[in-house]
């Protein structure tokens, strides 16, 4: 089966810019996640999707960032404006109730970096 | 809250030889879950193995082992005969009871060498 894709996959912007990425999760997967990974650092939980709901967006700095699930599939983070900080990997996940440990699935990742 | 410490930034280890890297846990819940993974230089987190807290049975998933210790809050991962292709990040990560939410360490960059 297709793994779960992230687009793009590198992105070079400048502060105050906007910019979004696309994910489009494995396929039958309900739950979707947003990680922000620093370098130097491990991923941290942006946002989690149950189908098109959000179960938990507390780590979302919510002034800036925004992202949405439509039909319950593909998604999108946005970031409006970007500052210097945000300059991260972004990785989107999957996950099933239906497997074994209801483990995550990572897509490759979308690197931004905000000059 | 929750908490997860890899206090090994970096790891060296010969071809064919077993290495282990450490991962120490805090949390006050009695039911957690606590995975591994790795995280190539291409970017995806590669789902290695898992352990849950009432399990009694260490994990093992072909070469990699989780040496679990409860008592110590440790899940330390062992990969036996190494291979070039171990080469990478690897993340130690925790999930409370009726959560999904992952909390990961800091990582640690495991290399073997020839």
């Known amino acids: 089966e297709a793994g779960v894709a992230q687009s793009p996959r590198y992105k070079i912007i400048e502060k105050r810019q906007s910019v979004a990425f696309w994910c489009n999760p494995i396929s039958g997967h309900a739950t979707l996640y947003w990680y922000q990974q620093i370098l130097g650092q491990g991923p941290k939980l942006l946002i989690q999707f149950q189908n098109n709901g959000v179960v938990d967006d507390s780590q979302l700095p919510k002034d800036r960032f925004s992202a949405e699930r439509l039909k319950g599939v593909d998604s999108t983070l946005k970031i409006q404006p970007a500052k210097l900080e945000d300059s991260a990997v972004y990785l989107c996940?999957?996950?099933?109730?239906?497997?074994?440990?209801?483990?995550?699935?990572f897509g490759p990742g979308t690197r931004l970096t905000v000059l | 809250a929750q908490k997860i410490t890899q206090t090994q930034p970096g790891m060296f280890v010969q071809e064919k030889e077993a290495v282990t890297l450490d991962c120490t846990y805090d949390?006050?819940?009695?039911?957690?879950?606590l995975f591994w993974y790795k995280q190539p230089s291409s970017g995806e987190m590669i789902f290695l193995i898992y352990q849950g807290s009432y399990d009694e049975q260490n994990a093992t998933e072909g070469r990699y082992s989780l040496n679990f210790q409860k008592a110590r809050k440790s899940a330390n991962l062992v990969i036996s005969a190494s291979q070039l292709g171990d080469s990478a990040m690897y993340f130690c990560a925790m999930r409370g009871p009726n959560t999904d939410k992952l909390i990961f360490g800091t990582g640690t960059r495991l290399q073997v060498f020839p």
């Open positions: 996940a999957s996950s099933s109730d239906r497997s074994s440990y209801n483990e995550q699935f």
């Open positions: 949390t006050s819940d009695q039911s957690y879950g």
